[in-house]
């Protein structure tokens, strides 16, 4: 068949075509005299089948030759030297040393490592110049297992001798494996060159450990070896990433006093380490000394601004960029992201794609994250389309992305169908997962995706048992939640955090049990923050515990970083007990300091067009100045939530669900129709349509003829509520099923 589709190739002899010089000369006389002309795929597949027609093709040098061009030019093509290898009678080792040099460096490193294993298999040995692109394959791949399958190949073989190899398997080891595996190999190797010295410094960079970089660049400095301009860049790197700026300082006046190059690279780690270290007016004099300036260059500016706050300065250095590429739209978009600026974000990813630059998956997981921040799921569903089409097989990091995405802005069946449907996951997909149902109250799914967890082999972190505790909490199952916080550290060797502790003030507060809750801050290895002693002053506060909280209203006074959600919770306390002088000392107090809860935004429409709500109820220009009691609205949303129950039953079919979930009012922004959870874990209502209710299978009941009292009882409470300005901390959580 590959004969066929090759003779099929050969025209009929034309003037303007390659001559042949005729078929009598031998094949490697034939092909040398040829391929040097060959320009392109075409002039090959000619040569080739002119090679097949005269039955000259045997010749192991010639077929060689050809597997050569298709994997090493230009204008090759991998896919059809390929196929010249697959149908070799005697593939030799220069022809797999082709095709995986050629995948290499097309960072193609699956497709390498798949033809070393076959070149074994065939009883082929790697060389020298094989091994060092299979360990380059190999680091690219994160492939530890076939790194160290490789190192006894070269023991074995006894490579170990020859420095390019071992720089190679040094290399390895820096990137993807244990330090100490990388030191010993470096240690081994009888005669290093600056590339080992490099790669060692710079597995130490990467794990951000400075000291031992240094030690080492002082042992090469010792040895005789000048540093090149890598060994600097990697040195600024380790600085950056440790945001160490007096090292970064000292690597500085080395370059200048040992007259070291001075070149772009080493100029842009600079501005990118005294960007990192916070020294921006020295990042901006050594930015505005470079005579020749790249995209690095700038968007390390970008960058360094921005995590410091200064978005505006950032956008203005990114609009003035003489040329963007995508990292430097990446890294303004992930300015944004991180610093809150979801919106302006995703504008910016509309500006990306109308100025025709195709977005990566550093793109959509950025994108993705600021979906998630917004809770606009018409915007995540239209990334996640873009993804369908665009990209055939999803990194777990993208996958990931999109189910956090699809759980804060609602439709957590989606997330759940997304994660059974990847092909493999990693440590980071349970913690997704299991956040996601913390988020939408579903503890005990949580729990079961926790034990698939463990017999799947994975080993879960500090984060996954902060996931598996707030769902504990948010659905009151104090003793498991208890029996997990018991094992985390005997069981699965998961050190205690404060995030832990905090989690389970929370579940013992919201349990009743606050002596309990109190005992364990005081048993505290760390000292309380503001979250914890905040979920402990709430607990009190609901379960009317006056005394102990007058104690922890001492202790959030005390603080420094207790803001306005703080006072106003503790005002509220007072208000409750009916102690009217203290709250309105408190007040004062808050008044005379300038201490304001924050301004929050509530989402007008399904784009997600937001506006500002601030605390004393501004709203486009008219003061909402209804106050309403804690009491009135528990006895609203208790008629509507019977109201509810006795329409839905008629409604619903046997095993769905409808849930009504009041749970933290401080973080409601707008009551309407549809129930959504937020990042903050506790749902809020999103503006929908007048008459219908969110249901937790994704339907929706149809309310334009219900029942007439439980729709004067959802406008009342609509009405009373006015936008969400109520000074109510925490509610009772409602849910009914059937």
Same mark, same amino acid.
């Given at each position: 068949m590959f004969k066929r589709i090759a003779v099929s190739f050969a025209p009929k002899p034309r003037p303007h075509h390659i001559p042949l010089p005729g078929f009598k000369f031998p094949a490697h006389q034939l092909l040398h005299s040829l391929l040097p002309r060959c320009r392109s795929m075409n002039h090959l597949k000619e040569l080739h089948a002119h090679l097949i027609a005269a039955a000259l093709l045997d010749e192991t040098l010639t077929l060689a030759q050809l597997i050569s061009f298709c994997s090493l030019s230009p204008a090759g093509n991998l896919c059809y030297g390929r196929k010249l290898l697959e149908h070799a009678p005697n593939p030799n080792k220069f022809m797999y040393n082709s095709l995986i040099r050629g995948y290499t460096n097309q960072h193609s490193p699956k497709e390498a490592l798949f033809l070393c294993r076959r070149m074994l298999r065939h009883g082929l040995l790697p060389n020298q110049f094989t091994l060092p692109f299979v360990l380059k394959s190999c680091a690219e791949a994160s492939a530890l297992e076939e790194a160290l399958v490789i190192h006894g190949l070269i023991i074995k073989l006894g490579f170990e001798s020859q420095i390019f190899v071992m720089n190679a398997l040094l290399h390895v080891y820096s990137s993807c494996g244990p330090i100490w595996f990388a030191r010993r190999v470096f240690d081994e190797i009888p005669s290093r060159n600056v590339v080992s010295w490099n790669s060692m410094i710079g597995g130490y960079s990467q794990l951000g450990d400075c000291k031992e970089a240094f030690s080492l660049f002082k042992m090469m400095r010792e040895s005789g070896l000048v540093a090149d301009e890598f060994t600097l860049v990697i040195l600024l790197s380790a600085c950056s990433q440790a945001e160490n700026f007096e090292l970064g300082r000292l690597v500085h006046q080395y370059i200048e006093v040992s007259g070291a190059k001075f070149d772009l690279i080493v100029r842009n780690a600079l501005v990118d380490m005294y960007g990192k270290c916070g020294r921006l007016l020295i990042a901006q004099r050594c930015f505005d000394t470079m005579d020749v300036k790249n995209v690095v260059s700038w968007t390390s500016m970008v960058c360094a601004h921005a995590k410091h706050g200064?978005?505006?300065?950032?956008?203005?250095?990114?609009?003035?960029?003489?040329?963007?590429? !995508?990292?430097?739209? @990446?890294?303004? /978009?992930?300015? $944004?992201?991180?610093? *809150?600026?979801?919106?302006? +974000? =995703? %504008? #910016?990813?509309?500006?990306?794609?109308?100025?025709?630059?195709?977005?990566?998956?550093?793109?959509?997981?950025?994108?993705?994250?600021?979906?998630?921040?917004?809770?606009?799921?018409?915007?995540?569903?239209?990334?996640?389309?873009?993804?369908?089409?665009?990209?055939?097989?999803?990194? !777990?990091?993208?996958? @990931?992305?999109? /189910?956090?995405? $699809?759980?804060?802005? *609602?439709?957590?069946?989606? +997330? =759940? %169908? #997304?994660?059974?449907?990847?092909?493999?996951?990693?440590?980071?997909?349970?913690?997704?997962?299991?956040?996601?149902?913390?988020?939408?109250?579903?503890?005990?799914?949580?729990?079961?995706?926790?034990?698939?967890?463990?017999?799947?082999?994975?080993?879960?972190?500090?984060?996954?048992?902060?996931?598996?505790?707030?769902?504990?909490?948010?659905?009151?199952?104090?003793?498991?939640?208890?029996?997990?916080?018991?094992?985390?550290?005997?069981?699965?060797?998961?050190?205690?955090?404060?995030?832990?502790?905090?989690?389970?003030?929370?579940?013992?507060?919201?349990?009743?049990?606050?002596?309990?809750?109190?005992?364990?801050?005081?048993?505290?290895?760390?000292?309380?923050?503001?979250?914890?002693?905040?979920?402990?002053?709430?607990?009190?506060?609901?379960?009317?515990?006056?005394?102990?909280?007058?104690?922890?209203?001492?202790?959030?006074?005390?603080?420094?970083?207790?803001?306005?959600?703080?006072?106003?919770?503790?005002?509220?306390?007072?208000?409750?007990?009916?102690?009217?002088?203290?709250?309105?000392?408190?007040?004062?107090?808050?008044?005379?300091?300038?201490?304001?809860?924050?301004?929050?935004?509530?989402?007008?429409?399904?784009?997600?067009?937001?506006?500002?709500?601030?605390?004393?109820?501004?709203?486009?220009?008219?003061?909402?100045?209804?106050?309403?009691?804690?009491?009135?609205?528990?006895?609203?949303?208790?008629?509507?939530?019977?109201?509810?129950?006795?329409?839905?039953?008629?409604?619903?079919?046997?095993?769905?669900?409808?849930?009504?979930?009041?749970?933290?009012?401080?973080?409601?922004?707008?009551?309407?129709?549809?129930?959504?959870?937020?990042?903050?874990?506790?749902?809020?209502?999103?503006?929908?349509?007048?008459?219908?209710?969110?249901?937790?299978?994704?339907?929706?009941?149809?309310?334009?003829?219900?029942?007439?009292?439980?729709?004067?009882?959802?406008?009342?409470?609509?009405?009373?509520?006015?936008?969400?300005?109520?000074?109510?901390?925490?509610?009772?959580?409602?849910?009914?099923?059937?």
């Open positions: 200064l978005i505006e300065v950032a956008r203005d250095l990114f609009d003035r960029m003489p040329e963007r590429n !995508i990292v430097s739209w @990446n890294a303004m /978009i992930s300015c $944004y992201v991180q610093n *809150g600026l979801s919106h302006e +974000a =995703l %504008d #910016l990813y509309d500006q990306m794609r109308a100025s025709k630059v195709t977005p990566d998956e550093v793109s959509l997981i950025f994108v993705l994250m600021a979906c998630a921040q917004n809770g606009n799921l018409v915007f995540g569903k239209n990334i996640h389309y873009q993804i369908r089409d665009n990209i055939e097989q999803p990194s !777990i990091a993208l996958f @990931n992305s999109l /189910i956090d995405m $699809y759980a804060k802005c *609602g439709p957590i069946e989606i +997330a =759940l %169908d #997304l994660f059974s449907t990847m092909p493999s996951k990693s440590a980071i997909s349970w913690n997704v997962i299991i956040w996601a149902l913390a988020i939408h109250g579903r503890a005990f799914d949580a729990v079961d995706f926790f034990n698939q967890m463990i017999e799947e082999g994975f080993l879960p972190d500090g984060i996954t048992f902060v996931g598996l505790l707030s769902a504990c909490s948010h659905c009151g199952l104090v003793e498991i939640g208890q029996s997990y916080f018991e094992t985390m550290n005997v069981v699965y060797n998961v050190p205690y955090e404060i995030e832990h502790y905090a989690c389970m003030v929370d579940l013992l507060g919201r349990g009743g049990l606050i002596q309990r809750a109190a005992e364990l801050i005081k048993s505290m290895p760390m000292k309380p923050d503001i979250v914890i002693w905040g979920a402990l002053l709430g607990a009190c506060r609901i379960h009317g515990y006056a005394r102990i909280g007058e104690q922890v209203m001492k202790h959030l006074l005390s603080l420094e970083m207790s803001g306005g959600g703080v006072h106003v919770l503790i005002s509220n306390m007072y208000c409750e007990n009916h102690r009217w002088e203290k709250m309105k000392t408190l007040r004062r107090v808050m008044r005379e300091k300038g201490i304001k809860k924050d301004a929050g935004e509530k989402p007008r429409n399904h784009l997600d067009m937001r506006h500002r709500l601030d605390s004393k109820g501004q709203h486009e220009g008219k003061v909402l100045d209804y106050r309403v009691s804690e009491l009135r609205v528990v006895e609203l949303l208790d008629g509507l939530c019977k109201k509810m129950q006795d329409y839905t039953l008629e409604k619903l079919e046997s095993g769905e669900r409808a849930w009504v979930k009041v749970r933290d009012w401080d973080s409601l922004k707008l009551i309407s129709r549809k129930l959504v959870p937020t990042q903050r874990i506790y749902p809020h209502f999103v503006e929908g349509c007048w008459r219908k209710l969110w249901m937790r299978d994704s339907s929706e009941i149809d309310m334009e003829n219900c029942d007439n009292e439980v729709s004067k009882l959802l406008d009342s409470l609509l009405r009373e509520l006015k936008m969400g300005l109520i000074a109510i901390n925490h509610m009772p959580y409602y849910s009914f099923s059937f």
